[in-house]
């Protein structure tokens, strides 16, 4: 027969599968316990809404090899995050409770239990289901009906795995794990058989556990006293704009560039004016058509949103000093989902360049002889 083949790889669609479940549930705290080298927790770091993000495993030597794929990089402190994002790794096993891991919305592990002795497998049902009590659980693990399609040369497909189960093995397991902790639960798998095999199953199975319950805070409290005993191996904080500072420094950037913008735009349509002086021959001056040239060739406006953005004050030179008005800034859409409102904006740029005396506007010097002769 030939070898069976799959394609994503079958670690890569036990991670899809995950990361599937994050799409559709959103959790916001998650943990995948038997992490091994975070290939996981990677993929789920680019998940919008998860905020915490926490990795268990027994060997810190494996946690660390490739533990710097979770830090932040310098593209995360140039254009922070909107969400906050902790990531923790800690070393520690999951036959132990640790408060750590109290309140998650979702907990993976992906094809760990069958490296549990018995012994262990029952602690971790205990820790995993009565103590930690997460709102969801994902446990994948080899479907042992799907193995006489793989070569024989040992008994388990790895040297350390304690057993396989048979696919009614998996489920009676978890049948009576939801009944005891109050759990439904949905089974599934990925790495399809060939057709001509498909009564054997997928290679590996897995179950969706969903709590039916909340937890009342007193037990939660209760739960809290316990003694933590983890190590943390990593934690590390992504830069986030609910952080002041980087919120501060976005703000900053976006509102600067766009005041600049703006005053060359104002600069060059001067120019532009003086230079085509000779074509005007009428003598007349339309100052409403001016404003929206100016607009259009600043802003690209349409001639219908026109009147609307006219009502803002645009930029305008007076003196040797150019003034940018906030409220024309607070029309670029990214300053104003950034900022909220205007009074926001103006806490921010305020110390960092010359506001008017009034606070509406910010002032740049310039010699318009010199940028007229240019
Ligand atoms: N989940 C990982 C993935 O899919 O990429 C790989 C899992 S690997 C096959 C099993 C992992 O479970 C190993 O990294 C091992 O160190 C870890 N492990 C075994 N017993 C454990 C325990 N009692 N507590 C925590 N981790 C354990």
């Given amino acids: ?53 926490i990795g268990v495993d027994i060997d810190e030597e494996t946690l660390r090899r490739k533990m710097h794929t979770l830090t932040p990089l310098p593209t995360h402190y140039l254009e922070p995050m909107e969400r906050p994002l902790n990531v923790i790794l800690y070393k520690g096993s999951v036959c132990e409770k640790d408060p750590a891991l109290l309140g998650f919305d979702l907990i993976s592990c992906v094809e760990l239990i069958e490296h549990l002795e018995v012994d262990d497998l029952d602690k971790l049902e205990d820790v995993l289901f009565g103590f930690m009590a997460p709102k969801a659980a994902v446990i994948t693990t080899p479907n042992a009906d799907f193995n006489i399609l793989l070569p024989k040369t040992q008994k388990f497909r790895h040297p350390d795995h304690k057993f396989e189960w048979s696919r009614e093995e998996f489920h009676s397991w978890a049948l009576k794990v939801v009944k005891r902790y109050n759990y439904t639960v949905e089974f599934s798998g990925v790495g399809k058989p060939p057709p001509e095999y498909e009564d054997v199953g997928f290679c590996s199975q897995i179950a969706v556990f969903i709590k039916n319950y909340t937890e009342s805070e007193e037990l939660i409290n209760i739960k809290k006293q316990y003694k933590s005993i983890y190590k943390t191996v990593l934690h590390v904080v992504y830069p986030s704009l609910q952080e002041e500072k980087y919120l501060r420094n976005a703000v900053l950037n976006v509102a600067l560039l766009h005041a600049n913008r703006m005053k060359n735009s104002l600069l060059c349509y001067h ?43 645009q930029p305008f030179i007076q003196g040797n000093t150019i003034h940018i008005p906030l409220e024309a800034l607070f029309t670029i859409s990214k300053v104003k989902k950034l900022c909220g409102t205007l009074d926001v904006l103006k806490n921010f740029i305020a110390g960092e360049v010359t506001l008017s005396a009034d606070g509406k506007t910010i002032m740049y010097p310039v010699y318009l002889d010199d940028v007229l002769e240019v």
């Fill in 271 to 313: 120019k532009n004016k003086e230079e085509n002086k000779q074509d005007i021959t009428t003598g007349v001056t339309d100052h409403s058509k001016e404003t929206y040239t100016y607009s259009k060739w600043c802003f690209g406006l349409e001639t219908e949103t026109q009147s609307k953005e006219n009502e803002v004050a």
């Fill in 1 to 53: 027969m030939e070898p069976v083949r799959f394609s994503p790889p079958l670690s890569q669609q036990r991670y899809e599968f995950v990361i599937s479940f994050v799409n559709n549930y959103k959790p916001k705290k998650v943990a995948d316990l038997g992490c091994s080298e975070c290939s996981l927790l990677h993929r789920l770091k680019f998940w919008n809404c998860i905020e915490f993000l």
